[in-house]
């Protein structure tokens, strides 16, 4: 299985919805963050690897078919060379909104993550150092994330060919996804899920 689907979209741009929507649309299983905390033992050494330049694509995206949020969002350069045909999205919103809800949620555990239990440790520095990689490093304040989302944001329009990028906000919902991807619109709700209370419960049944 190669991955024929790539999210570029930081978290907290609907990615999780993306990924549920992906995966109703049969192009799944669809790698998200979520996976990474579901198999830490296996994926944050396989992570880390890459984020030291060391990494083994078809080991972290075994048996998936497709893959966004961060880590993967931050790798989008190396992703571009390893799956040359695949197909990019880049799920966006409103900056402000999007530093607001990135602030309240990642970037506030990130900033706590010495108070976090041993056995997250090594999720959490491997997540701090792939947020950095992609632009938003520690001690940002709101104004310097908005700059850095948009920073991101354009770095992807100018990477990915054109041809091969769905630039998308998971409000639009099916139609423009399924035409990008050449299947049928579905007649099921389209999933809309992961509000900064759900990140924390999602959250809190890790740590």
């Known amino acids: 299985m190669t991955l024929s689907v790539i999210g570029t979209g930081v978290g907290r741009t609907g990615t999780y919805s993306l990924k549920l929507a992906i995966n109703q649309l049969g192009l799944g299983p669809c790698h998200h963050m979520e996976e990474v905390l579901r198999n830490m033992p296996v994926q944050v050494p396989l992570w880390s690897a890459a984020l030291g330049g060391r990494p083994d694509w078809e080991a972290i995206y075994a048996g998936y078919g497709s893959a966004v949020d961060w880590p993967t969002a931050g790798f989008f350069r190396e992703l571009l060379k390893a799956y040359p045909t695949a197909k990019f999205i880049l799920t966006h919103r409103s900056p402000e909104n999007w530093a607001d809800s990135f602030g309240e949620t990642i970037y506030t555990l990130l900033a706590s993550r010495d108070q976090a239990p041993p056995d997250m440790k090594d999720w959490l520095d491997m997540a701090t150092g792939v947020i950095a990689k992609t632009g938003f490093p520690e001690g940002l304040d709101r104004d310097a994330l908005i700059k850095a989302f948009n920073a991101h944001n354009d770095a992807v329009k100018d990477t990915i060919p054109a041809r091969q990028l769905l630039v998308y906000q998971v409000k639009d919902g099916w139609a423009p ?31």
């Open 177 to 207: 996804l399924c035409e990008f991807l050449g299947k049928p619109i579905s007649s099921e709700p389209f999933p809309r899920t992961n509000d900064r209370a759900e990140f924390w419960e999602r959250v809190a049944g890790k740590i």
